[in-house]
């Protein structure tokens, strides 16, 4: 009798690890194979359709002006697809052209070449473009738009938060996806995620590709972050549905399987696929820490090398600062390199992050109560980034200061998804 109960007691825990797996496997490839198996992209063959369509226009009628925003949005559209840096570039040719020709006097294409800025990390041109479009008075709701996206990304969260009172409309898409952006910032994932589902519905109401896209791929995000994994991974399969090559989306699906699942295996499966299909210097980082997890120390070199390339054979201008900050501030050899690029992007974006760029190499060259000092300045209290908020733990305890670092741990290590196997690991050894 006694060893028949031992013999049930053992099938019933089998059958409770068993479904304590099943609980934790999120991701089924059954899902998505069908978006890696894809060969055609309806999206990226409109946009070039639509180039073609209005080159010709303007070919045609050199003093239509108005054809080269159409073309520029289509270059965008590109860039989103595809990843490639030069057509990002080329929009900004076509809308600087489309600005000079009309001597800054039209409000929609000053905002499309300060949106373009915004994208290449060129915050200080897009808030003088935001300020001029300001001051001419048109469409004073879409400027305002701008200038709340700017001042975000410049810290500016004062003038921020004026931009976003003069919108309030909670009927207004715009306004939702920035108050829910509001919202992540202050750290209230809960209400943040509140307002974007708002968004979501009035995409889903007007059946806009484009809005859908947005919302899904972004609760997606916010889900992930607040730990709901299941609903993440949801939603970016939703995102799939609606364009089936988005790729942001995808590499959402292969960061679960890796941070949640620690499945290496699929993750750098749907990660090479989605690389060809979107050329970013950011699959080789994911792919560079992926393999630092696995201790596989030549693919992490080799990685990092890839994307170092990548980065001399294109100009990314400033768009990969903080990478390459942290890249190099984690080497001993390079931490100095890491001060000087952390200096370049305080003078770009006085944000907390710019800021902990900083700290971080000097704690990384030795100089730990510099860090602290920076940190407790401009750092604390000012962001919930769990990134920066693991900065700060680690040179609380280089500072000896383990009372501040006890509650900052424990967050962390309720952040974990976010922050990934790697520095999960080492938040455990704080």
Same mark, same amino acid.
């Given at each position: 009798m006694k060893t028949?109960?031992?013999?049930?007691?053992?099938?019933?825990?089998?059958?409770?690890i068993s479904c304590e797996k099943k609980i934790d496997q999120v991701t089924n490839p059954k899902d998505y194979n069908v978006f890696l198996e894809m060969k055609e992209n309806k999206s990226l063959d409109f946009?070039?359709?639509?180039?073609?369509?209005?080159?010709?226009?303007?070919?045609a009628a050199p003093n239509q002006i108005t054809y080269l925003s159409q073309i520029a949005s289509n270059y965008s559209k590109l860039f989103e697809i595809t990843g490639n840096i030069n057509d990002l570039y080329k929009t900004e040719e076509l809308l600087l052209k489309s600005n000079e020709t009309f001597k800054y006097a039209y409000v929609g294409t000053i905002r499309s070449l300060g949106r373009n800025y915004i994208s290449q990390h060129r915050f200080k041109e897009a808030l003088l473009l935001a300020n001029k479009a300001l001051a001419i008075g048109e469409g004073m709701k879409e400027t305002q738009k701008l200038l709340f996206?700017?001042?975000?990304?410049?810290?500016?969260?004062? #003038?921020?938060? *004026? $931009?976003?009172? /003069?919108?309030?409309?909670?009927?207004?898409?715009?306004?939702l996806i920035r108050i829910s952006k509001w919202n992540d910032h202050l750290g209230d994932l809960k209400t943040a995620i509140?307002?974007?589902?708002?968004?979501?519905?009035?995409?889903?109401?007007?059946?806009?590709?484009?809005?859908?896209?947005?919302?899904?791929?972004?609760?997606g995000d916010l889900n992930g972050h607040a730990g709901n994994i299941k609903a993440s991974y949801d939603y970016y399969l939703k995102t799939l549905a609606v364009e089936p090559n988005n790729s942001y989306a995808l590499k959402g699906i292969a960061w679960i399987a890796f941070s949640h699942e620690k499945n290496t295996t699929e993750a750098k499966r749907i990660i090479n696929v989605v690389s060809k299909k979107h050329n970013s210097p950011d699959f080789y980082l994911l792919k560079?820490?992926?393999? #630092?997890?696995? *201790? $596989?120390?030549? /693919?992490?070199?080799q990685n990092l090398a890839s994307y170092f390339k990548m980065l001399t054979d294109h100009n990314y201008g400033a768009m990969y600062n903080k990478y390459n900050t942290l890249i190099y501030a984690d080497d001993k050899t390079t931490a100095s390199k890491a001060l000087e690029i952390a200096k370049i992007e305080i003078d770009h974006r006085p944000?907390?992050?710019?800021?902990d760029l900083l700290a971080w190499?000097?704690?990384?060259l030795g100089d730990s109560e510099k860090a602290l000092e920076i940190e407790e300045k401009y750092v604390v209290g000012k962001s919930f980034e769990p990134k920066l908020n693991y900065h700060l733990a680690t040179i609380y305890k280089a500072n000896n200061l383990l009372a501040k670092l006890a509650p900052i741990k424990k967050e962390l290590l309720a952040s974990t998804f976010e922050l990934g196997p790697v520095l999960e690991q080492k938040i455990n050894n704080l």
């Open positions: 028949f109960n031992l013999v049930i007691l053992f099938f019933a825990t089998l059958v409770m946009a070039k359709s639509e180039i073609d369509f209005w080159q010709k226009k303007f070919d996206d700017v001042n975000m990304e410049l810290g500016n969260y004062t #003038e921020a938060q *004026k $931009n976003l009172n /003069s919108l309030t409309d909670m009927k207004d898409f715009d306004y509140s307002f974007m589902e708002k968004a979501r519905d009035i995409a889903i109401t007007n059946d806009s590709k484009g809005l859908k896209i947005w919302t899904f791929s972004n609760l560079s820490q992926i393999a #630092e997890y696995e *201790k $596989n120390t030549d /693919s992490e070199k944000t907390p992050d710019s800021y190499s000097y704690y990384n």
